[in-house]
C-alpha cells in the first residue's frame, strides 16, 4: 500500500491532532499544505477529493477520509502495532469513541466559533464573556472525565486525549486551564489543569506547539488584539 498523503494546515487543531498521532507512530506520510486563509480549501481541484473544503483530508490508497477523527481511528488500527490508543476491548473502544465525538461536536465546535468569530469580527465586537460561559463549562465537563481515570477516556493514553489537547490548548490561549477560584489560589480545573501538563511532556506535543504559535499569529492580527499572557 503506497504512503498515505496528509492535506494539512498545522493553524487547525484537528489537523494538528492527526500529525501529532503520525509523529507518535513514526508514520512516513507525505504532506500536502492547503493554506485555509488563503481560502485554498475552496480551489477546484481540492473540492474535487473533499467537498467539505476542510482539513485534514487523508488519501491512503483508495481510501479519502475528511474527518480528523476517522483519520486518527484509521492510522491507529494500520500503524498502532501495540493496540492501546485505539483499544482492541470493545467497551474500552466505545469509551474513547465517545469522547472523540465530544470533542468534534462540544470542545471544537465552541472553539472554532469563537475563533471564527474574532477572524471575521475582530476581537472588539465579539461578547468574550459569552464564549467564556461556553467554553469553561466544556473545561467543566472534562474535570468530570478525568475524576474517573487519569486520562480523558483511560489509566492510559488514547486517541481521545490525543484528538482533545490540541482544541484544548487552542481555546487555552484565551482562557487559561490555570485559572485558580476567586477565593483561593487553587485551580480551578486541578484535574485538568494536570492532564493539559502532562500532555505537553510528550514529544509529539511540539508539533501541535508549532502549530499552535502560527495560529496564535494570525488570529492575533486578523483580530486585531493579543491574546492574554
Known amino acids: 500500500m503506497p504512503k498515505p498523503i496528509l492535506y494539512y494546515d498545522d493553524r487547525s487543531p484537528p489537523v ?5 498521532l503520525i509523529k507518535m507512530l513514526n508514520i512516513d506520510v507525505e504532506l500536502r499544505f ?10 477546484k481541484d481540492y473540492l474535487a477529493l473533499n467537498p467539505q473544503h476542510s482539513v485534514p483530508t487523508l488519501v491512503h490508497d483508495q481510501l479519502i477520509l475528511t474527518d480528523s477523527h476517522v483519520i486518527l481511528i484509521h492510522l491507529a488500527e494500520q500503524f498502532d502495532a501495540e493496540g492501546t490508543l485505539w483499544p482492541k476491548d470493545y467497551l474500552a473502544r466505545m469509551k474513547v469513541l465517545n469522547r472523540l465525538f465530544f470533542e468534534c461536536s462540544f470542545l471544537f465546535r465552541r472553539d472554532s466559533d469563537l475563533m471564527s468569530e474574532i477572524v471575521r469580527k475582530e476581537y472588539a465586537n465579539v461578547d468574550v464573556a459569552y464564549h467564556e460561559r461556553k467554553l469553561c463549562e466544556a473545561y467543566g465537563i472534562m474535570e468530570q472525565y478525568l475524576a474517573e481515570q487519569q486520562y480523558m477516556a483511560a ?5 481521545a486525549d490525543v484528538s482533545i489537547v490540541t482544541t484544548l490548548s487552542t481555546v487555552n490561549l484565551m482562557f487559561p486551564v490555570a485559572t485558580t477560584t476567586t477565593t483561593t489560589t487553587e485551580h480551578r480545573w486541578p484535574r485538568l489543569h494536570r492532564w493539559f501538563a502532562t500532555m505537553q511532556q510528550l514529544d509529539a506535543y511540539d508539533v501541535n506547539r508549532i502549530g499552535l504559535e502560527k495560529l496564535r499569529q494570525i488570529v492575533e492580527q486578523m483580530g486585531k488584539f493579543e491574546f492574554p499572557g
Open 16 to 20: 494538528r491532532s492527526c500529525l501529532m
Open 34 to 43: 492547503v493554506d485555509l486563509f488563503r481560502v485554498e480549501q475552496f480551489d
Open 155 to 159: 489509566d492510559q493514553l488514547t486517541l
